[in-house]
């Protein structure tokens, strides 16, 4: 009898432990990790910012946050006219650095196409994260030590969601903010394409944003709508961001390109238009479809489509996407992949990959990786700076 119950019992053990270990490698295989290590940093908001909005079309509020949990926070603002050089400053406690940029409250629409055969990288879903993206920056020397522009007059593409799910969002912003300055002038460029994360924000959609956010709003006096709305700088300046930019041939967007776009008779820059148009109305399914339902739609929209990675597109269906746009290859984030891969005969490249988290650690451990283009050469570019070749198909 005891025989029977050890052996039941042995057998029940193995059986858990069969589907524990099933349990496991599929959410591995789905991107999922275990989150552990919490720096306290996180929760350390003195000198965070700067917040900038407008009191007028001439006058700038500009502050700071200064303080601690244990005493309170408290603002350091100050009142400058648009007219005047700004120059402001952007902490991280991490590791107590800062970097100095100058602000400038004038705002031009991107273009949605470019054509000088310089060299491209491109890197997406940061998610918040300021260490790692600047890190990854340094090691593949697109900016020096003590951030300055060193790519020369090649293109820096940010690929989306470079918000969310995490507590350095404002460094991000304010640092994607100075490398736009610099790049100008050595002759490069940084392209900030918008994501569905940034629309989110836009639209008034925080599920997905850090805690920290809200309560730095009830700091200013202010709403967490109010961050990135029509009268912060920051607002302002994202609402001049384009959704789909076609670069070298290249073409760039978070999602995708749904081949239902691609029957349309929409250029890029009325397709732009009329997704910026929405930047701050969120959609919602509608009886009577157009084309602007479309392409602010969060199943078809490019800022949200996942249908490259579910099987379900033919060759053709991609290449018409293409076609539409004049493009040779279609570069992704947006939906997470374990390395940046190419898909359908290198015709798309996924490039949303698990990034290493500024103020917590994940298991499995997780490496940030890009993508560079030169010519009709393509590389996987690592955080250490290394580099793959892709083979030529």
């Known amino acids: 009898m005891k025989k029977r119950i050890f052996r039941y019992l042995k057998h029940t053990l193995f059986t858990l432990l069969g589907l524990a270990l099933s349990v496991i490698c599929f959410g591995l295989y789905h991107g999922a990790s275990l989150h552990y290590g919490d720096d306290p940093l996180r929760m350390d908001w003195d000198k965070d910012g700067p917040y900038v909005f407008f009191e007028n079309d001439s006058i700038l509020n500009i502050n700071y946050i200064k303080g601690n949990k244990e005493d309170g926070f408290y603002l350091d603002s ?30 031009k629409t991107m273009p949605v196409s470019y054509d000088d055969g310089n060299d491209i990288l491109a890197i997406s879903d940061i998610e918040s994260g300021y260490k790692t993206f600047r890190d990854f920056l340094i090691e593949n020397k697109v900016i020096d030590e003590e951030l300055k522009w ?25 640092f994607i903010y100075k490398l736009e300055q610099e790049s100008k002038i050595h002759g490069g460029m940084v392209h900030f394409i918008i994501g569905n994360h940034e629309l989110k924000n836009m639209h008034g959609n925080f599920d997905s944003a850090s805690p920290k956010y809200n309560i730095v709003a009830s700091i200013l006096g202010k709403t967490q709508l109010d961050l990135y709305g029509k009268d912060s700088f920051l607002g302002r300046w994202l609402s001049t961001k384009n959704t789909v930019e076609l670069i070298n041939g290249h073409l760039f967007t978070h999602g995708g390109i749904h081949p239902e776009v691609a029957e349309t008779n929409v250029g890029l820059d009325e397709l732009n238009a009329m997704i910026r148009k929405n930047y701050y109305r969120a959609s919602f399914p509608k009886p009577n479809k157009d084309i602007e339902e479309l392409l602010i739609s969060g199943r078809t929209g490019p800022c949200w489509y996942r249908g490259y990675f579910k099987n379900d597109l033919s060759q053709e269906e991609v290449q018409r996407g293409l076609d539409k746009f004049n493009a040779k290859t279609i570069v992704v984030g947006h939906t997470l992949q374990s390395k940046v891969k190419r898909l359908y005969h290198g015709k798309v490249i996924g490039i949303d990959v698990k ?32 580099r793959k070749k892709f083979k030529k198909l």
């Open 150 to 174: 060193t790519f020369g007059k090649g293109h820096l593409v940010l690929v989306g969601d470079f918000v969310d799910r995490g507590f350095s969002t404002t460094q991000v912003l304010w």
């Open 355 to 386: 990034h290493p988290k500024d103020y917590y650690k994940t298991w499995p451990k997780s490496n940030s990786e890009g993508l560079l283009i030169q010519g009709d050469e393509y590389f996987r570019v690592f955080s250490d700076g290394d």
């Open 78 to 107: 100050s009142l400058h006219r648009t007219s005047e050089e700004i120059l402001a400053q952007t902490y991280f406690a991490l590791d107590d650095s800062s970097f100095t940029f100058e602000i400038k409250p004038t705002f």
